[in-house]
Nanobody, 122 residues
């Protein structure tokens, strides 16, 4: 199994910063990570893609976070990050880590983390 675990969520005031981490670990299998991304879902809203990053480092952002959020990854540590600056109350949501996973046997999976709560007070 491959598990994605998010960390770094919390409560901050508007204008503050937060860094989310997503660490991937395998219990028995050998795997590699393809495209990874951060999604978020606020109460009463649909889940949306916030940012994504390819295995080669190409990034994409939703318009509402451009210039404020930065996605990155460390392929040696199998960890992805989301640096969030100039946070706004509308950024309040549960943030989920997502990743495309390939095993050494050639199988491909898409996996989700459990989510981490980000709350921005006004």
């Amino acid at each position: 199994q491959v598990q994605l675990v998010e960390s770094g969520g919390g409560l901050v005031q508007a204008g503050g910063s937060l860094r989310l981490s997503c660490a991937a670990s395998g219990s028995r299998s050998i795997f590699s990570l393809g495209t990874m991304g951060w999604h978020r879902q606020a109460p009463g809203k649909q889940r949306e893609l916030v940012a994504r990053i390819s295995s080669g480092g190409t990034t994409t952002y939703v318009d509402s976070v451009k210039g404020r959020f930065t996605i990155s990854r460390d392929n040696i540590k199998n960890t992805m990050y989301l640096q969030m600056n100039s946070l706004k109350p509308e950024d309040t949501a549960v943030y989920y880590c997502n990743a495309d996973i390939a095993t050494r046997l050639g199988a491909h999976f898409n996996s989700w983390g459990q989510g981490t709560q980000v709350t921005i007070s006004s």
